[in-house]
Nanobody
């Protein structure tokens, strides 16, 4: 079992930055591929970024085209936490951001239905 708790959301002005954190409990965190998803009102949940599980290899990353160059995902296995640094935020980034985990996946799935565990989410609101 993996329990996920997000933090770091809030209200910011356009072009500012936020860093989201997702703290995980459970001994299998290092074996989980982690993803960040977001859902805006009236829209379907969408993939934002993902980072592979690390068995001594270099982390793999994947980003949605809409956030490439602005968002950076990273993980600290010692702290069982995954982060997402969000720069140059835009009003269209406004959404509830949730982290998700899937165990021992060699890929970084973009389909949210595939993930095993989810956090409750944190609201990010970007004003223009």
């Amino acid at each position: 079992q993996v329990r996920l708790v997000e933090s770091g959301g809030g209200l910011v002005q356009s072009a500012r930055s936020l860093r989201l954190s997702c703290a995980a409990s459970g001994r299998t965190f290092s074996a989980c591929t982690m993803g960040w998803f977001r859902q805006a009102p009236g829209k379907e949940r969408e993939f934002v970024a993902g980072i592979s599980w690390n068995s001594g290899r270099t982390d793999w990353h994947d980003y949605a085209d809409s956030v490439k160059g602005r968002l950076t995902i990273s993980r600290d296995n010692a702290k069982t936490t995954v982060y997402m640094q969000m720069n140059s935020l835009k009003p269209e980034d406004t959404a509830v951001y949730s982290c998700a985990a899937i165990q021992r996946s060699t890929l970084i799935p973009r389909n949210y239905r595939i993930y095993d565990y989810w956090g409750e989410g944190t609201q990010v609101t970007v004003s223009s």
